[in-house]
């Protein structure tokens, strides 16, 4: 049985260094629904919002999964620390007997998931909301929106590529408000060198 390694947002699109550590294509919707919102601001993607697990402000959302090449979890867990550049403690993991992470109820989904869909285990990139922490603010959707309005130039740009190019299965609260949102549409045709 194999390890997978599930993703649900740039991962999908820019597997990075992981490349060489993976096998086969992602099997879209092929992972558990997770809790997620974009609701972490991300240095790695110019202070824009970035999907994450999210209990409190998000909604059920599929994952996809790929396979892992390597045998053992710790193998496959410190891959994805090193594209997500971020520490082992921040990278979840389940197999059919234990489980690591954050939210309690996103180990028992996965686990649950590894047993019925035949897996050995799961690795996942848990980085933790942290919009409050950098905005002073509570995350709400007017603040999340706000705080878009604020990002300019490249900034706003990357935000922009980020939201738009996560699955259409990420769909979160946050998504289907700025979908209906006249600003962020008018981003579409948008120059943001001016």
């Not at 994952?63 to 994805?80: K, M």
């Not at 309005?149 to 299965?169: C, F, M, S, V």
Request: net charge negative; glycine share 8%.
């Amino acid at each position: 049985m194999a390890i997978a390694i599930l993703g649900w947002g740039s991962l999908l699109w820019d597997i990075d260094n992981l490349a060489p550590h993976v096998q086969g294509n992602w099997h879209m919707q092929g992972g558990p629904a997770l809790p997620m919102e974009f609701s972490r601001i991300s240095p790695k993607r110019r202070m824009g919002l970035v999907v994450c697990l999210d209990a409190d402000h998000g909604s059920p959302c599929a994952t996809h999964a790929i396979t892992s090449t390597r045998a053992s979890l710790a193998e496959a867990q410190a891959d994805l620390a090193l594209r997500e550049r971020a520490p082992l403690a921040r990278i979840g993991y389940a197999d059919h007997k234990t489980g690591f992470g954050r939210l309690p109820v996103v180990v028992e989904l996965v686990q649950n998931w590894c047993k019925m869909q035949g897996w050995a285990g799961a690795v996942w990139t848990d980085l933790e909301p942290n919009f409050a922490d950098h905005t002073g603010q509570a995350f709400t959707l007017p603040a999340a929106l706000a705080y878009l309005k604020t990002r300019q130039g490249e900034d706003l740009a990357e935000a922009y590529r980020y939201i738009q190019n996560a699955p259409i299965w990420t769909d979160t609260p946050l998504r289907r408000h700025l979908a209906v949102n006249t600003w962020w549409q008018s981003l579409n045709n948008a120059d943001f060198s001016a």
